[in-house]
């Protein structure tokens, strides 16, 4: 089922725990699937996860307070190839953004199959977060680049079918060549967005800050936004674009819309 399984439940800790340059293939389930309540000291680098049900899979059990959870990285692995995840961080909200990082690793090559229910919104996702942050990864060639988390940053998300699905911060990103770049999310700051297909950025049924980006869009549009669900805000962003369109707003949404500065 698993090709390295570690389990620990209520108050035992997980600590000072290092798994590296291990090739994992060819399980059923995760290659890596680690599940606690309690760790502190979990580091996970250079190995190659590949051809499993989920790369590498992070649970958390029954966690009730913030310093339950510290230093767990996740860092410089190559993850491809796997059928439903590459990296998936369940998703808790009492742990600290900090307390899991995954950063410079290369994830790549995961895609929506037809032996998983269509329901299973972020089946095919490069980077699963939860509550995590992604910094520093190169994520391309997934149904999803990665989901959720509370900071995403400094990343290279390209050749994806959805870049970005739902994350609350996404700054210093360079995201390029995506079918649309974004999704879903609720900070957009300081990213280079250019040479996406469909668009830059299309959220439908969200609150948006967009603050600070470049766009550059030859052939798709730069912003779409529709039913947004609060205030939508676009300031100080550069926006290019040629056949496409700069900004789509439905009518549903220019009532708590506010743009300026762009």
């Given at each position: 089922?698993?090709?390295l399984?570690?389990?620990?439940d209520?108050?035992?800790?997980i600590?000072?725990?290092?798994?590296?340059?291990?090739?994992?293939?060819?399980n059923?389930r995760?290659?890596?699937?680690?599940?606690?309540?309690?760790?502190?000291?979990?580091t996970?680098?250079?190995n190659?996860?590949?051809?499993?049900?989920?790369?590498?899979?992070?649970?958390?059990?029954?966690?009730?307070?913030?310093?339950?959870?510290?230093?767990?990285?996740?860092?410089?692995n190559?993850?491809?190839?796997?059928?439903?995840?590459?990296?998936?961080?369940?998703?808790?909200d009492v742990?600290?953004?900090?307390?899991?990082?995954?950063?410079?690793?290369r994830v790549?090559?995961?895609?929506?199959?037809?032996e998983?229910?269509?329901?299973?919104?972020?089946?095919?996702?490069?980077?699963?977060?939860?509550?995590a942050v992604?910094?520093?990864?190169?994520?391309?060639?997934?149904?999803i680049?990665?989901?959720?988390g509370s900071?995403?940053?400094?990343?290279?998300?390209?050749?994806?079918?959805?870049?970005l699905?739902?994350?609350?911060?996404?700054?210093k990103?360079?995201?390029?060549?995506?079918?649309?770049?974004?999704?879903?999310?609720?900070?957009v700051?300081?990213?280079?967005f250019y040479?996406?297909?469909?668009?830059?950025?299309?959220?439908?049924?969200?609150?948006l800050?967009?603050?600070?980006?470049?766009?550059?869009e030859?052939?798709?549009?730069a912003?779409?936004?529709?039913e947004?669900?609060?205030p939508?805000?676009l300031?100080?962003?550069?926006?290019?674009v040629?056949?496409?369109t700069?900004?789509?707003?439905d009518?549903?949404?220019?009532?708590?819309f506010?743009?300026?500065?762009?």
């Amino acid at each position: 089922f698993y090709g390295l399984e570690l389990q620990r439940d209520g108050s035992d800790a997980i600590t000072d725990l290092l798994i590296e340059n291990n090739v994992i293939r060819d399980n059923s389930r995760a290659g890596i699937d680690i599940d606690f309540s309690v760790a502190h000291g979990i580091t996970i680098r250079g190995n190659e996860v590949f051809a499993n049900r989920d790369g590498i899979y992070v649970g958390l059990w029954n966690v009730w307070s913030a310093d339950s959870i510290s230093d767990v990285l996740i860092f410089r692995n190559d993850i491809h190839s796997n059928t439903l995840h590459g990296i998936s961080v369940e998703d808790i909200d009492v742990i600290e953004s900090e307390a899991i990082a995954i950063e410079e690793n290369r994830v790549h090559n995961h895609f929506r199959g037809t032996e998983f229910r269509i329901d299973r919104r972020y089946a095919g996702t490069g980077i699963s977060l939860g509550q995590a942050v992604a910094r520093n990864n190169e994520v391309y060639h997934n149904y999803i680049g990665i989901a959720e988390g509370s900071l995403v940053e400094l990343n290279l998300i390209h050749g994806n079918k959805t870049g970005l699905d739902g994350p609350a911060t996404v700054q210093k990103n360079r995201i390029f060549g995506n079918f649309v770049g974004l999704s879903d999310g609720e900070n957009v700051t300081s990213n280079l967005f250019y040479n996406n297909q469909n668009a830059a950025i299309d959220v439908t049924g969200a609150e948006l800050n967009v603050i600070g980006n470049t766009f550059f869009e030859p052939s798709a549009d730069a912003i779409s936004i529709r039913e947004a669900t609060g205030p939508t805000s676009l300031r100080n962003n550069l926006i290019s674009v040629a056949s496409g369109t700069a900004l789509r707003v439905d009518a549903e949404s220019q009532t708590q819309f506010d743009s300026d500065y762009n």
